[in-house]
């Protein structure tokens, strides 16, 4: 299958507000992979984050697409990206910029636009006797990818072997 | 894939089923043999939700132990490129002869993204009947062209992709003078994984959480009405699609409704409203509840209570 859908990230953990100012950089940096789009989430700072999303696909090249995160966070606004245009929607993401498929082979990379961003997260307590860092994770949030221009040859999955 | 796809199968399903379901695509048995009854055997997104193309089995047999089966494969239209994923059609010069030693015979359309082959490694093809086969494929690829995807590829401009969701619903209103249950089964007849009905979605250009409806695929549903102890039936179809709402982890799926077919006075033949499905997106439990509102005929289905369940998941 080569749907160039929605990626629902399943579980992408964000440092919450509390501990993130003690611990900036996250530990569970939760990179997601699938057949298309490669997508990373990091806290930069508290309540400032970073997204890389990468063309892993054979279908084309990517035009445009949205982030939008799991229940309880909200973008708020964008401010920068690597490539193209981004603006902060709906507590999302809308971006607008032609991120290159891979050249050789899916095995390796394609192009990527990178988003700085702020974020909003849901208000959560410290579980009560919990100690040090404290991180709040987030599940449910997607990428869907809203346009691509298709290329006409076919992109192989892996490279061929040097017998070959 | 770590990420959950959500995006394509259900038209396919429905629509493909025709040409492969509807019409048996296979050609008569060659004299002397017998096509099976099953046939055609067809796996596709109707069977295995995501995959964007279908391969269609077609078995004969003649006795006492003679059988083989020709199988067409073709690309979905609704596959973004085939180029990425498919690899074969749209190249006549891609064939394979069949061979007494090699036993087995291949040829791509020219016009569209299918093959059809038969291959025999048992030997359960006398040699003297591989011609008569070699047509039985021919036509059989010629079966499948109207529902495989067309040579043709747009490199030049952007294109907007269409994610296909599958979706079922029902719901019970109780009011003091209505009560009413109806919806669309959320296991398909062919397949229980699958719902029945399904819809495409777009998204424009600087959309998030919200994108277009732009085609949906469901059976007209009936509505059972009891009022004042009097039952009624209304016959329900989705015309169209409204919006498609996905703020995690609320998911939003607005229809357009017609009634076309009622025996219940208040609400007749032609009368038009809307259908709102609102739903948890993380719980994809084909009884998960949600929460339905039926806005038609003058507020009949307004005052009251509901309870329902949803699915909507990706293609």
Redesign the interface.
């Known amino acids: 299958m080569r749907t160039f859908a929605l990626l629902l990230a399943l579980a992408s953990t964000l440092a919450g507000t509390g501990a993130a100012a003690a611990d900036p950089v996250d530990p569970d940096q939760s990179a997601k992979v699938s057949a298309d789009v490669n997508l990373s989430l990091r806290t930069l700072t508290p309540g400032v984050y970073e997204l890389v999303v990468q063309n892993q696909s054979g279908v084309g090249a990517i035009d445009s697409f949205a982030w939008v995160p799991g229940p309880g966070w909200r973008v708020t606004s964008v401010l920068a990206t690597s490539r193209g245009t981004c603006a902060a929607s709906d507590g999302a993401i809308a971006c607008r910029g032609k991120i290159s498929p891979p050249t050789r082979c899916t095995c390796l990379p394609g192009g990527k636009v990178t988003i700085r961003f702020r974020m909003t997260g849901p208000r959560v307590r410290r579980p009560a006797g919990q100690q040090g860092a404290f991180v709040v994770g987030t599940a449910g949030g997607y990428l869907v990818v809203k346009a691509v221009t298709l290329i006409h040859r076919h992109i192989p999955t892996a490279l061929p072997s040097p017998a070959q | ?8 199968v259900a038209l396919s399903c429905v629509s493909h089923a025709g040409a492969a379901g509807g019409a048996n695509p296979c050609p008569a048995a060659p004299h002397g043999w017998m096509a099976a009854t099953s046939n055609p055997t067809v796996f596709g997104p109707a069977e295995q939700p ?3 193309h279908v391969m269609v089995s077609c078995d004969y047999k003649r006795a006492p132990k003679h059988a083989v089966s020709v199988v067409a494969e073709y690309a979905l239209p609704e ?3 085939p ?3 498919f ?1 074969y059609g749209c190249n006549a010069r891609r064939k394979q002869a069949w061979t007494t030693a090699g036993r087995t015979f291949f040829v791509a359309s020219a016009t569209r993204w299918s093959y059809a082959e038969f291959t025999d490694p048992g030997h359960q093809l006398p040699d003297e009947d591989a011609g008569a086969f070699e047509r039985v494929a021919r036509a059989l690829l010629q079966h499948v062209a109207a529902s495989a995807h067309s040579c043709r ?9 269409r ?2 969701y599958l979706f079922g619903f029902e719901f019970i209103f109780s009011s003091s003078d209505l009560k009413a249950f109806g919806g669309i089964a959320t296991q398909s007849a062919r397949n229980p994984l699958i719902p029945a009905a399904s819809f495409t979605a ?10 277009k409806v732009a085609t949906v695929t469901a059976p007209v549903f009936t509505v059972h009405v009891v009022a004042r102890q009097k039952h009624h039936s209304l016959r329900v179809r989705i015309d169209a699609g409204i919006d498609f709402l ?4 609320t998911q939003r799926l607005r229809l357009h409704l017609r009634v076309v077919g009622s025996d219940y006075a208040r609400c007749v033949k032609g009368a038009t409203g809307t259908l709102t499905i609102t739903r948890n ?2 719980n994809n439990a084909s009884n998960a509840p949600a929460s339905i509102r039926v806005g038609l005929c003058d507020a009949a289905f307004e005052r009251g209570t509901y309870r329902g369940n949803a699915i909507i998941i ?1 293609g």
């Not at chain 2, 590829?153 to 294109?159: G, K, L």
């Not at chain 2, 777009?202 to 994108?211: K, P």
């Open positions: 894939m770590l990420g959950l796809l959500v995006g394509g995501g995959q964007q596959d973004l490129n180029l990425s994923d690899y590829i747009n490199t030049a401009t952007p294109t907007v992709v994610h296909l777009v998204s424009g250009r600087d959309a998030t959480v919200l994108a996905q703020r995690p982890p997106m993380l990706s």
